[in-house]
C-alpha cells in the first residue's frame, strides 16, 4: 500500500531520481556539518592549553583520554578497572529506569483506576517532581547505605515524572475507545489491559527517553556522595587528586554510554512502532 | 425464549434521564416510550444535541435511566447486553490492533471462543470485501474501509439488535451512501433489529421502516411515521434506490418540516 510500492510498478522518471539524489545530499550535509562541530570542539580543547590561552590542569587534553583510559584499564590494588567502574553506573542506570519504569505505571494505572487517589495525591506529586532530589543524597546515604543510595537516588529523580507522564497519556486515550470497549461489556481491568495500556505505549516509551537519562543523572550524583565504584566515583576522585585527564575520560565514557542507551531506546521504539 | 411475535424487542417506559454537574443537572430525555418489532429497522432523527445519542447507551445498558425502563426482550436492562451491538459515530479501531484483531475484539471482551470467532470475523470481513486486509493495520485502510471493519466487529458477537450512531457521519457523501446500501441490506438479511440514530433525514428515510422524530432537550418523542414505498414486488427498496422513489420526497418534506418547527421556537 506505500508510496514506493504504488510507483515501483513503472520505472521511476528521471525527476524523481533527481529528488532522490537531492534528498540524499541534504542528509550527507547534515551529518558532515554534525562532525564538522565535533572535530572543531576537540581541535579548540586541544589547542586552546597548548596554547596557553587555558590552564592545561582544569581542562587536560582530548588527547590524553585514550592513553589514560588504556591506563585505567588495568585493575590496581587500589582501583577497579575503569571497565568495572563503566559498568557498575550502567547497571545502576538500567535498574533504575527499569524500576521507574514498572512503579511508574503501576502507580499511574492506580491512579487511573481510583480517580479519588489522583485527586487527592495530585499536589503531592507535583512538589515530589519539582523537588531538588539530589538535595537528599547526603539522606540516602544515611539511610539506605552505599550502594541501595545509588539505586534510591536513581529511582527517586526519574519516578516522580514517570508517574505524571503515564498517567496524563492515560488521560489522553480517546474516551470513545473506552465507550466501545464498554458496549461489549468490559470490565475495568479490560479496559485497562485492552485500551488504556496498549493505546499508551507511545507514551510508555517517550517517557522511558526521559527517565533513561534522569536516571543517570541520578546515579551518578549518588556516586559523588557514597561510592567506591562507578563513574561518578572516578570523576569525584580523580578531581580530588587533580587529574582532569581522569575525569575527562569518565564524562566522556558517560557520553558515550548515554548514546548508547538513547540508541537502544530508538532502535525499542521504532521496532514497536513498525505496529503502528 | 418464549417471546410471542408481536411483543417488541425493545421497549422504552416513560424514561428519563438527568445528567448531574456542578452547574446544576441537565434534563437530557424526558417521557420517552417507545417500543420497537423484532426486525424492524427504526432511525431516531432530531436535532443535535437533542439526546439521541443517549437513547442508545441507555438502550445498550453503558448508561441508566433516572427515570422509566429499558426493556430488550421484556427483560430490564441493566448493563450490556451481548444481545446488543453498538456501532459508534466513528470506527475506533485500535492502531496497535490488525483489521482481524480489531474485528475480535468483542468476542475476546466477552471470553468467547476465539477460534470460532476468529472465523466468524474472517467470514464477515470477506464478505465485505476486505479478505486481503486481515493482517493490515487500520491506518492503511480508507475510511469506507474502516467502517466496515467497526460493522464486522460488531456483528462478530452476533447480536440481535444493532444500534447504530450516525455510523456514516465521519465519512464522505458518496461513501456514505454507498454503505448506507451495504449495512441496510446486511442488517435485514440477516434479521436484526436495527436503530439508527441520525439527523440526516434523508439517511433516516431511506433506510428505516419508521422515523421516530425527538424534540429539542429534554428529548420527548414528537411524532413516529411508518415509511413505505410501492415496489413490485412489495420488498422494501435499497436507501439508494429508495432515495429515487416518488414517496421519498413526501416523507423528507414532511420531517423537515417537523425539525424546522424547533428552529423557530
Redesign the interface.
Known amino acids: 500500500?506505500s508510496k514506493a510500492e504504488f510507483v515501483g510498478a513503472a520505472p521511476p522518471s528521471a525527476q524523481y531520481l533527481e529528488w532522490l539524489r537531492q534528498e540524499r545530499r541534504g542528509r550527507m550535509i547534515v551529518r558532515a556539518t554534525q562532525l564538522a562541530i565535533l572535530v572543531a570542539f576537540l581541535i579548540l580543547w586541544e589547542l586552546a592549553p597548548r596554547l596557553d590561552l587555558i590552564n592545561p590542569l582544569f581542562t587536560s587534553y582530548p588527547s590524553t583520554i585514550w592513553p589514560t583510559f588504556l591506563e585505567l584499564l588495568n585493575a590496581t590494588p587500589q582501583q577497579a578497572s575503569i571497565l568495572a567502574h563503566t559498568w557498575s553506573t550502567v547497571f545502576a542506570t538500567v535498574v533504575g529506569f527499569t524500576t521507574a519504569m514498572l512503579f511508574g505505571t503501576a502507580i499511574a494505572s492506580a491512579l487511573w483506576w481510583w480517580n479519588g487517589l489522583y485527586r487527592v495525591l495530585d499536589p503531592y506529586l507535583v512538589v515530589a517532581n519539582a523537588m531538588p532530589k539530589t538535595a537528599f543524597v547526603p539522606l540516602f546515604y544515611i539511610w539506605l547505605g552505599a550502594t541501595f543510595s545509588i539505586y534510591g537516588m536513581s529511582l527517586a529523580i526519574s519516578l516522580f515524572i514517570t508517574i505524571l507522564m503515564i498517567y496524563s497519556g492515560f488521560q489522553g486515550i480517546?474516551p470513545?475507545?473506552i465507550?466501545?470497549?464498554?458496549?461489549?461489556?468490559?470490565s475495568k481491568g479490560?479496559v485497562l489491559t485492552?485500551?488504556v495500556l496498549?493505546?499508551s505505549?507511545p507514551t510508555l516509551i517517550a517517557t522511558l527517553k526521559v527517565n533513561a537519562g534522569l536516571s543517570l543523572v541520578g546515579v551518578v550524583v549518588g556516586e559523588f556522595q557514597s561510592a567506591s565504584l562507578g563513574l561518578g566515583y572516578l570523576i569525584q576522585y580523580g578531581s580530588q587528586i587533580f587529574k582532569m585527564n581522569i575525569v575527562m575520560t569518565a564524562i566522556t565514557l558517560l557520553a558515550i554510554a548515554s548514546s548508547l542507551m538513547y540508541l537502544a531506546i530508538s532502535w525499542l521504539e521504532a521496532a514497536v512502532m513498525r505496529?503502528? | 425464549m418464549g417471546i410471542a411475535a408481536n411483543s417488541p424487542k425493545v421497549e422504552l417506559r416513560d424514561v428519563g434521564l438527568r445528567y448531574f454537574g456542578r452547574e446544576g443537572e441537565t434534563e437530557a430525555l424526558k417521557g420517552i416510550s417507545l417500543s420497537v418489532a423484532p426486525g424492524e429497522f427504526v432511525a431516531i432523527i432530531g436535532q443535535s444535541g437533542c439526546g439521541k445519542s443517549t437513547l442508545l447507551s441507555l438502550i445498550s445498558g453503558i448508561l441508566s435511566p433516572t427515570e422509566g425502563s429499558v426493556l430488550v426482550d421484556g427483560g430490564d436492562v441493566t448493563g450490556p447486553s451481548r444481545k446488543v451491538g453498538y456501532m459508534l459515530q466513528q470506527d475506533y479501531l485500535f492502531e496497535w490492533r490488525t483489521i482481524l484483531e480489531n474485528a475480535v475484539l468483542g468476542a475476546e471482551i466477552q471470553g468467547a471462543n476465539m477460534a470460532m470467532a476468529r472465523e466468524r470475523a474472517t467470514q464477515l470481513l470477506t464478505r465485505y470485501g476486505l479478505g486481503q486486509f486481515l493482517q493490515h493495520l487500520p491506518r492503511q485502510l480508507s475510511g469506507g474501509m474502516r467502517q466496515r471493519v467497526a460493522l464486522a466487529r460488531t456483528l462478530c458477537t452476533e447480536p440481535d439488535i444493532v444500534l447504530l450512531d450516525e455510523p456514516f457521519s465521519a465519512l464522505d457523501s458518496q461513501t456514505r451512501i454507498a454503505l448506507a446500501d451495504e449495512v441496510s441490506e446486511i442488517l435485514r438479511r440477516e434479521g436484526k433489529t436495527a436503530i439508527l440514530v441520525t439527523h440526516d433525514i434523508g439517511e433516516a428515510v431511506s433506510m428505516a421502516e419508521r422515523v421516530i422524530v425527538l424534540s429539542r432537550r429534554p428529548g420527548r418523542v414528537k411524532s413516529d411515521h411508518a415509511i413505505r414505498f410501492k415496489t413490485v414486488d412489495g420488498a422494501r427498496p435499497a436507501p439508494f434506490a429508495a432515495r429515487n422513489a416518488p414517496e421519498f420526497n413526501g416523507y423528507f418534506n414532511a420531517l423537515w418540516r417537523e425539525l424546522e418547527v424547533h428552529v423557530e421556537g
Open positions: 500500500m480517546d470513545n475507545k465507550k466501545l470497549a464498554q458496549t461489549f461489556g468490559a479490560q485492552k485500551v496498549p493505546g505505549v505496529r503502528r
